[in-house]
């Protein structure tokens, strides 16, 4: 098993910035990539951002590109997102999760996940 806690979340104003942090803790060694995901009030989960854990390769959607930017700190377990010039449409609830085998856009790819930070952004 492999636990996730995410931290970071709270209230700003357009064009603020944020980081976003995931410690991971148990079995890490099997996690393969590690992703943030997000969940607006009635809108379906999406993809954010992922990144291969042992060589750091990362993948944006196309919402987040060039504001977001995904990290991790192997020596700590941690999976970071620092989102810059955020905008109201990004208020959601982010969650980050790790997968065994993938660090791919869908969220059936990743085997755990945390409870969630959230992230309101006023405009």
């Known amino acids: 098993q492999v636990q996730l806690v995410e931290t970071g979340g709270g209230l700003v104003q357009a064009g603020d910035s944020l980081r976003l942090s995931c410690v991971t803790s148990?079995?890490?060694?099997?996690?393969?990539?590690m992703g943030w995901f997000r969940q607006a009030p009635g809108k379906e989960r999406e993809f954010v951002a992922a990144?291969?854990?042992?060589?750091?390769?990362?993948h944006y959607a196309d919402s987040v590109k060039g504001r977001f930017t995904i990290s991790r700190d192997n020596a700590n377990d941690t999976m970071y997102l620092q989102m810059n010039s955020l905008k109201p449409e990004d208020t959601a609830v982010y969650y980050c999760a790790a997968g065994t085998s993938s660090y791919g856009t869908e969220g059936s790819e990743y085997d755990y996940w945390g409870h969630g930070t959230q992230v309101t952004v006023s405009s």
């Open positions: 990144i291969m854990w042992s060589i750091g390769r990362t």
């Open positions: 148990g079995r890490t060694f099997s996690v393969f990539g």
